[in-house]
């Protein structure tokens, strides 16, 4: 992977490019952006950069051995960590990111823009989460303590950095605190306040914005597709790259989302006074809580996208709106009407407090059917 292949991001390219040529490399960093930015595929790219000793710029492959150890993801220097759980071959105790190397290759090379969901997807545990916890602490101390093979830099990449445990997240802080000789950290996150303070106060941050269109645009140029498709997909993908492909690929778990959405806000408009639509506002909660708790965390952030998006076409700022239903019969204008400022507050606060209990791992069924009946309370709130 090298820069020239990630997607936009050109001045965050030529400030890492020229942090290597200068030596001047911060020992720990942190790239922060909402899904689909980038921040994987640009962090194996410096990586790559800094091993290999590439010089002249983005273009250049420099040492071929070097890189071609760095485009397989083998190189034994650089070194990953990510999320993991229990599965069917590794018990949860024992299970750290050094188990599922093989699992993780085929996902950089498939997916290098996938998010947390796709990963679990992988790994056939979706109905858990991930996390780094005590035994991914012990294997990272002990592989950065290792000279580096090479004789050079050794670097660790560490994903979704904010699924790490309170022992692992204290564990990294001494090694930030005292990094092995020419170790070199780099740790993603979306959410950087899910992070220690003192983790994030010592490293560089860096911050990815989402996608330009027009990037997407030229990034979609390797499918062959019309300019209307290319430039309707860049839309809908919002700055993340990640659904742009889903969207081309057909494979987007938006669509299933919808279906639920679309069910749920008909039954709640339903439900005030009618104890059939209760039933299956009931009946809604159970089939969701069924599946795994990070589609159930998924959905529900995708909630709060579409919710938003609603309240910005009822105030008239539709360019801000991307979301198109595949219902015909299900407009995001007609529904806009209804979500306003005398209820988005307390809309979002209740999703959002239903993700805190998923996460927490509550009871699904009782979560979701208590926002379910909310929502129906809500959605009848009067217009200021």
Not at 211 to 222: C, F, G, P, R, Y
Request: aromatic share 10%; proline share 3%; glycine share 6%.
């Amino acid at each position: 992977m090298l820069f020239r292949s990630i997607v936009g991001q050109a001045h965050l390219k030529r400030h890492l490019v020229r942090s290597a040529d200068n030596n001047r490399i911060p020992h720990a960093q942190l790239f922060v952006g909402p899904e689909g930015s980038g921040t994987l595929p640009m962090a194996i790219a410096y990586a790559r950069y800094i091993l290999c000793r590439n010089t002249g710029g983005e273009n250049d492959t420099g040492n071929e051995s070097c890189n071609a150890k760095v485009e397989h993801f083998n190189h034994p220097d650089l070194h990953f960590s990510f999320p993991v759980n229990g599965t069917a071959e590794v018990k949860s105790e024992h299970a750290y990111s050094q188990k599922f190397m093989s699992q993780w290759r085929e996902f950089l090379r498939e997916q290098p823009y996938g998010n947390l969901f796709d990963w679990l997807q992988k790994l056939g545990i979706e109905n858990k989460q991930g996390l780094m916890g005590v035994n991914e602490a012990a294997h990272l101390s002990k592989a950065l303590s290792l000279k580096s093979y090479e004789g050079g830099r050794k670097v660790l990449i560490m994903w979704m950095a904010e699924k790490m445990n309170d022992a692992c997240s204290n564990k990294l802080l001494k090694l930030i605190e005292e990094p092995p000789k020419d170790t070199v950290i780099i740790l993603i996150a979306e959410d950087e306040d899910q992070l220690l303070q003192t983790i994030t106060s010592r490293c560089q941050i860096l911050h990815f914005p989402p996608l330009a269109e027009a990037d997407i645009i030229k990034a979609l140029e390797q499918w062959d597709l019309d300019p209307n498709t290319a430039q309707k997909i860049a839309h809908q993908a919002h700055g993340n790259f990640n659904k742009a492909i889903d969207l081309v690929n057909n494979d987007s778990e938006d669509l299933v989302f919808e279906r639920w959405f679309v069910f749920w806000v008909r039954s709640a408009f339903k439900a005030k006074g009618n104890k059939k639509a209760i039933n299956d506002l009931l009946s809604w909660s159970e089939e969701i809580a069924r599946t795994g708790r990070e589609t159930q965390k998924q959905f529900l952030q995708y909630c709060i996208e579409v919710f938003r998006q609603a309240l910005m076409v009822n105030y008239q700022a539709q360019e801000l709106a991307y979301t198109e239903f595949s219902q015909e019969d299900f407009r995001l204008e007609k529904f806009a009407p209804f979500v306003h400022g005398n209820n988005i507050l307390e809309i979002n606060r209740e999703l959002e407090e239903a993700i805190y209990h998923i996460e927490r791992n509550g009871n699904g069924k009782v979560i979701l059917g208590d926002l379910a009946i909310k929502l129906t309370r809500l959605l009848h709130a009067r217009k200021e």
